[in-house]
């Protein structure tokens, strides 16, 4: 099927003689080559992390922990502004290509710590005498933390824009047929993200508990040059379109319309002519949600007096007073939307599985009879691969029975599978949980170590949570978010799981002190057995248990999903399909 719309796709390609021959198929070898090798190289560092900052800086476990969780959301806010730059002024490539590059000074910064002795402190066994071990300075912090910085930058870059700036590359293509290529592309991206998790998680994790340091983060540093390249090589090959102040600044006048005339009372009757709108709009007056909002659109709220005309052109100071149905109604959808967003923070706490990696070097990871042991970073693979193996079944097996048993075409709804990913979150801590207390209980009463493949339930659910959750929210905001946000569906997505990290980290700090109070161990301590890690599994588990409930309420004042209005390009306006 693929094969025969791809097919379809270059056939079509005839069609456009007349243009300078860039964007197509020809351009997606650079920009996914690009996204691969930038995946491997950021998943191979972040997997197994946790154990450099450890051994390496010193530094606790929860410590780094927190450390991670900072730098998680500091990256994951960064495409905020990554997408405003983008959208509004540079335009993707060069957004892109800025990423790509900061990503590349960041892991140069991180390799360098390995190599110059002075980047870090001085060598120490944290397993044999961690009380010993000196803790880092403020040079090496400082060298460090501006690692972490250009990489946050370059996620910036990349994350928002990537995506995006690959589907620019088919808008050139008529569109009914674009449609078709989009869904052959955006399979690909999503794989290449599983395949580049999966070799990340085993093969580069594998190097760096085999070979060291120096290799082991000398190998993303390679992959990440690579992928810096190969996107710059295709420079000639892409479609750049320029950045674009409309939806934004439209956004922002209907707010500053909003407040400034919250005064005024909203007519007894809703009708044409009582509202502003563009010329030609399908949409001349505002839908009943958010009422409030539609004084930012009455002609008759302005002290001046109704525009003279409906066009959107005007002369007088009504101008910057009134803005248009259309600016509303995005406004309102936004407004809307931010409800249900606010209550997926919990699936970064989820994924997020820092403290997996330090459990797993405790336990039994020997495979076979040939005593093989598989890196503790490597566990994550089993994350991965069961959210690829959920999604690409969903659409083909799972999707036509549970369309059966509901009668949604979708099979589950949008805001079902949210509630689902937020469920298996909840059930993934509860699971890592149980298991650190068994092999806690173990460990102290000098048992066997405990098989680190009991570690794999909680990232397959994990896993789940992803697969439900993560995509269940990109198409929530892609369908209700009008089109002309649509690449903000990756922000918004990306701001959740940086608000959540904070919330992590918080959380994790607040524990600790709080465990420690009257001189006692605590619940993070540097020694897993010593302390109670299951414990805060737990509190996590609960926590998440309250998200879920909060969650039912959001989904219940938001209301029927797919009735906000849907827009699509028009000319020089933005009009509601019928």
């Known amino acids: 099927m693929e094969h025969s719309l791809v097919a379809e796709a270059e056939a079509a390609q005839g069609c456009f003689k007349a243009n300078d021959g860039k964007g197509g198929f020809k351009a997606l070898p650079f920009i996914i080559s690009n996204e691969i090798l930038e995946k491997v190289a950021g998943f191979g560092l972040n997997a197994n992390f946790i154990t450099y900052l450890n ?66 402190p001085p060598p120490c066994n944290m397993k044999l005498s961690a009380e010993k071990c000196a803790p880092p300075g403020l040079r090496h912090m400082a060298w460090l933390l501006a690692g972490f910085a250009f990489l946050s930058i370059g996620a910036g870059g990349v994350r928002p824009c990537s995506m995006a700036f690959g589907a620019d590359q088919f808008s050139r293509h008529p569109k009914e ?19 580049a998790f999966m070799v990340a998680v085993t093969v580069v994790v594998y190097v760096q508990d085999s070979f060291g340091w120096k290799v082991g983060i000398a190998v993303p540093m390679g992959l990440m040059l690579l992928s810096a390249a190969s996107f710059l090589l295709g420079s000639g090959l892409y479609i750049k379109d320029k950045g674009s102040k409309q939806m934004f600044c439209g956004i922002g006048d209907a707010v500053a319309a909003a407040v400034r005339n919250r005064g005024q009372q909203l007519p007894a009757k809703t009708e044409d002519g009582v509202y502003h709108h563009l010329k030609d709009s399908k949409l001349t007056v505002p839908t009943d949600r958010l009422m409030f ?48 967003w606010s209550s997926t923070i919990f699936l970064a706490l989820s994924m997020n599985q820092f403290f997996a990696v330090p459990q797993a070097q405790q336990m ?32 083909r097996w799972i999707a036509p029975a549970l369309r059966r048993l509901t009668g949604n075409p979708r099979g589950l709804s949008m805001k079902q599978r949210i509630g689902g990913g937020l469920l298996f979150g909840t059930a993934a801590m509860a699971a890592a949980a149980m298991v650190e207390g068994a092999r806690r209980r173990q460990a102290v009463a000098g048992g066997a170590a405990m098989s680190a493949f009991w570690l794999v339930p909680q990232f397959a659910l994990a896993g789940l949570a992803e697969a439900f959750g993560v995509i269940g929210v990109i198409e929530f905001y892609y369908t209700e978010l009008p089109k002309s946000m649509a690449s903000w569906s990756m922000a918004l997505l990306y701001m959740s799981l940086g608000v959540g990290s904070l919330l992590g980290s918080l959380i994790t700090k607040v524990v600790q002190e709080a465990s420690r109070r009257g001189g006692k161990t605590g619940w993070l301590p540097e020694d897993l057995n010593a302390g109670r890690y299951d414990n805060f599994y737990w509190l996590l588990a609960g926590l998440g248990a309250v998200n879920f409930v909060y969650f039912l309420w959001c989904g219940w004042a938001y209301g029927e999903e797919g009735k906000n209005v849907e827009w699509e390009d028009d000319g020089e306006t933005e009009s509601p399909m019928a």
């Open 55 to 120: 051994m390496q800086y010193h530094l606790s476990i929860a410590s780094a922990g927190i450390i991670l969780f900072v730098w998680s959301a500091v990256s994951s806010f960064a495409p905020i502004p990554g997408a405003v730059i983008a959208d509004m002024y540079l335009g993707r490539f060069i957004v892109v290509a800025i990423g790509s590059i900061a990503c590349l000074i960041g892991i140069v910064f991180i390799w360098l710590s390995t190599m110059i002795p002075g980047a870090r």
């Open 177 to 195: 047929r674009r449609a078709r290529i989009l869904q052959v592309y955006f399979n690909a991206y999503y794989g290449s993200i599983g395949v």
């Open 293 to 340: 909002l539609n004084k930012a659109c009455m002609i008759s709220s302005t002290k001046e007096g109704a525009p003279s005309s409906n066009d959107g052109v005007d002369g007088s100071s009504n101008e910057r007073r009134l803005c248009t149905v259309d600016q509303v109604e995005q406004l309102k959808s936004t407004v809307r939307v931010m409800l249900i």
């Open 364 to 395: 039994d990871r020997r495979v076979g009879a040939g005593g093989f042991r598989v890196p503790s970073g490597s566990f994550a693979v089993f994350n991965m691969a069961t959210m690829s193996l959920w999604s690409g079944s969903y659409d």
